[in-house]
């Protein structure tokens, strides 16, 4: 199987490779730690004692890790902690985030690869974040002897059936997995259906609640407020991960508010850092004064500039406490299936996302039930939301406290999680030394 996997791997990145090559030269993407994840040239770890290997795709991933890592240095202070990551900004992040813990690229999924990087890690437990079926790593994670399981997991209905038509060949995998710790009964019921052994599997709730900020008068942000130069008197509307077409909705349903609303400030934040550029250029060509923040603080005493685009990394989540209205991209158009709202939600800001959220049903249904968010049909409704949210503030902040009580009813998951990951190092040190 192994053999197998590494012939068609090879022959993809054959095929594959005009449009790599391409994307090398023109933008540098996949060429930063191209040698570590072919060679599985991971950090050689030193510690003898047990340790949790953390694999996170990207920036999302990194960041909901942060509650765990914290109460597991509280639990268990003597364990180590290491986290790989697939993308260069989930890397970044991760070494920004983390910087006590070794931080790397994870090795491509070729058997060399994953082999070498296991021997110089030796982790008791393998914990994938969320969704991460790589066979030849699961594979040489057991035959070193570490334990596997799969956190915070989510696997939705297109997951799902993508899945299911590769039961056959990921049997032996999905075997091999120890633990799956779920956020929610579908997604464990799903698990249980690709063939992951029932008693395996356990719903945890997920991690991300626990991570979230609900005090808007957090350092972060308050520095935030202070260096963008907003004033307390200032209406803020943040449309954050925005994806290409949502940041014209949120432009013109901005335009549209603040002629009855002048204090209202719009907040972008576009969701990948290779569109901030033209996202500013874009803005300047529409005639929009932009403050940036890579830029630095607003200068005390300006003119207020009405918008602010965050063209940084990993602050999100502080922005989110400035807004009084949240509009949670990725959902306006198809094909992304929306991003995290909870984040606004903590705050108790009036949360508004497009009709595109499968990523997110569960979440979705439940604030919706509680009349905690509200969904927009498009450009044109989401103009029409933002005006009856400054238009009626208490309706507005009513629908926000709903979402903030929703979030904080769900914290926990933490602790659960790392139940499960106890267990399996116990399990994977017995197994040692039998």
């Known amino acids: ?148 399981a799969i956190i915070n997991a989510r696997l939705s209905e297109r997951s799902h059936r993508g899945y299911r038509r590769l039961k056959g060949p990921l049997g032996p995998t999905l075997h091999r997995i120890d633990a799956v710790a779920a956020q929610d009964e579908d997604y464990a019921r799903r698990f249980v259906d690709l063939g992951v052994p029932i008693d395996r599997v356990s719903v945890t709730g997920s991690v991300k609640f626990d991570g979230l900020e609900s005090d808007r008068n957090n350092a972060r942000t308050r520095e935030l407020r202070a260096e963008l130069g907003l004033s307390p008197a200032d209406l803020v509307f943040v449309a954050g991960s925005t994806m290409e077409g949502e940041e014209a909705a949120a432009l013109a349903a901005y335009r549209a508010a603040r002629r009855d609303h002048p204090r209202l400030r719009l907040v972008l934040v576009p969701r990948h850092a290779e569109r901030f550029e033209a996202v500013a250029r874009w803005l300047e060509a529409e005639g929009e004064a932009v403050v940036r923040r890579s830029g630095g603080p607003t200068a005390a005493g300006g003119k207020p500039t009405p918008i602010i685009l965050i063209d940084s990394l990993g602050e ?48 979705v249904a439940q604030l919706l039930a509680r009349n905690a968010a509200r969904r927009v049909a498009g450009a044109g409704d989401l103009a029409v939301r933002l005006r009856e949210d400054l238009d009626d503030p208490e309706v507005a902040a009513a629908r926000g406290e709903a979402g903030r009580r929703f979030v904080l009813a769900q914290h926990g998951a933490s602790g659960r999680t790392l139940l499960e990951l106890d267990r399996l190092v116990e399990s994977s040190h017995a197994q040692k030394s039998a």
């Not at 570590?36 to 770890?45: C, I, L, Q, T």
């Not at 437990?125 to 596997?148: C, D, M, Q, T, Y």
């Not at 299936?337 to 990523?359: D, I, K, L, R």
């Open 1 to 148: 199987m192994p053999l197998v996997l590494n012939v068609i791997y090879v022959a993809t990145l054959i095929l594959l490779s005009p449009f790599l090559v391409y994307r090398m030269v023109r933008s540098g993407k996949y060429r930063d730690g191209l040698w570590e994840k072919f060679s599985g040239d991971a950090p050689n770890r030193i510690g003898e004692g047990p340790c949790l290997w953390f694999h996170a795709v990207s920036v999302g991933e990194v960041l909901l890790l942060r509650p765990l890592v914290r109460e597991m240095a509280r639990r268990r202070p003597n364990w180590e902690v290491v986290i790989s990551t697939t993308t260069p900004t989930g890397l970044a992040v991760a070494r920004r985030t983390f910087p006590e813990l070794i931080t790397f690229y994870a090795p491509f999924d070729f058997s060399w690869a994953t082999r070498r990087a296991l021997g110089r890690i030796r982790p008791s437990v393998l914990a994938l974040v969320e969704l991460e079926v790589w066979p030849n790593l699961i594979r040489s994670a057991k035959k070193s002897g570490a334990k596997v």
């Open 316 to 363: 999100l989540g502080a922005v989110w406490g400035l807004a009084d209205v949240a509009f949670v991209g990725g959902s306006l158009l198809p094909g992304r299936g929306g991003q995290n709202m909870m984040e606004p939600a903590a705050y108790g800001a009036s949360v508004m996302f497009g009709p595109h959220t499968a990523n997110f049903r569960e979440t």
